[in-house]
C-alpha cells in the first residue's frame, strides 16, 4: 500500500465548475498537509500549507483535512482554464522534516 | 520564474554515456535536493544538502552521484544509466532544511 494516494485522473471540468481533488493517506502521525501545483513543463509550485485537521480559504481555493479519516481535500471554486495542472498533495510528520508526495491528479478545465 | 534554474532542460544519453545535470538558485537558500518524477508516480527525494553538506541519500544507485560545491549550485553526475532511469529530474531549494521548497523546471532524461 503507498503511504500517499491520489487519483491520477485526468479529471475534465467545465470552466465554473467547482473542483475537489483528494488525498488520502496511511500514517496518522502526519501534520503537514501541503498542496503544489505543476503546470506542463515547469515543476511543483506550492499553493496550500495547512497544519492538523481544519480547513484553511485562500481566494478561490480552500484546503481542508480530516486526520480521523486520513483524508485531505483541495476544493476549486470557480475553475478557470489557467487553473488545468497536475495537483500534488505532500505531508510531512513535523515542520523540518521530508515530505512524502502522492502521484499527482491531472485537471483540465474545458472553457 | 521560481529563482531555481535547471540545465539542460532535456538529455538524451547512451547507457555508457556520463552527463550532468546542473541546479542553480538564486535565492539565498542554504538547502538543496534532487527529486526523480516518473509518470504517475509520486515525487521521490534523491538527495538533500544542508549548507554543502550530505544529509540525505534516499537509498539512490552509485550510477547517480551528487556534487555541491557551494549553497547555490548543485550537480547530478550521471553514468551508465538503464532506461528505467528515465524521467524527470527536479532540483529544489529552501531556507533551513525541509521548509518550502522552491523547484526548478526539470531536466527531462531519457535513457535510450
Known amino acids: 500500500q503507498k503511504e500517499v494516494e491520489q487519483d491520477p485522473g485526468p479529471l475534465s471540468v467545465p470552466e465554473g465548475a467547482i473542483v475537489s481533488l483528494n488525498c488520502t493517506y496511511s500514517?496518522?502521525?502526519?501534520?503537514?498537509f501541503m498542496w503544489y501545483r505543476q503546470y506542463s513543463r515547469k515543476g511543483p509550485e506550492l499553493l496550500m500549507y495547512?497544519?492538523?485537521?481544519g480547513n484553511k480559504e485562500d481566494g478561490r481555493f480552500t484546503a481542508q483535512v480530516d486526520k480521523s479519516s486520513k483524508y485531505i481535500s483541495l476544493f476549486i471554486r470557480d475553475s478557470q482554464p489557467s487553473d488545468s495542472a497536475t495537483y500534488l498533495c505532500?505531508?510531512?510528520?513535523?515542520?523540518?522534516?521530508?515530505?512524502?508526495f502522492g502521484g499527482g491528479t491531472r485537471l483540465m478545465v474545458k472553457p | 520564474e521560481t529563482g531555481v534554474t535547471q540545465t539542460p532542460r532535456h538529455l538524451v544519453m547512451g547507457m555508457t554515456n556520463k552527463k550532468s545535470l546542473k541546479c542553480e538558485q538564486h535565492?539565498?537558500?542554504?538547502?538543496m535536493y534532487w527529486y526523480k518524477q516518473s509518470a504517475k508516480k509520486p515525487l521521490e527525494l534523491m538527495f538533500v544538502?544542508?549548507?554543502?553538506?550530505?544529509?540525505e541519500n534516499n537509498s539512490v544507485p552509485s550510477r547517480f552521484s551528487p556534487e555541491c560545491p557551494n549553497s547555490s549550485h548543485l550537480f547530478l553526475h550521471l553514468h551508465t544509466l538503464q532506461p528505467e532511469d528515465s524521467a524527470l529530474y527536479l532540483c529544489?531549494?529552501?531556507?533551513?532544511?525541509?521548509?518550502?521548497?522552491?523547484f526548478g523546471p526539470g531536466t527531462r532524461l531519457t535513457v535510450l
Open positions: 529544489a531549494s529552501s531556507q533551513g532544511r525541509y521548509n518550502e521548497q522552491f
Open positions: 500514517n496518522s502521525a502526519f501534520q503537514y
Open positions: 495547512t497544519y492538523s485537521s
Open positions: 505532500a505531508m510531512s510528520l513535523n515542520a523540518g522534516n521530508m515530505l512524502t
Open positions: 535565492l539565498g537558500h542554504n538547502a
Open positions: 544538502y544542508n549548507f554543502k553538506e550530505q544529509t
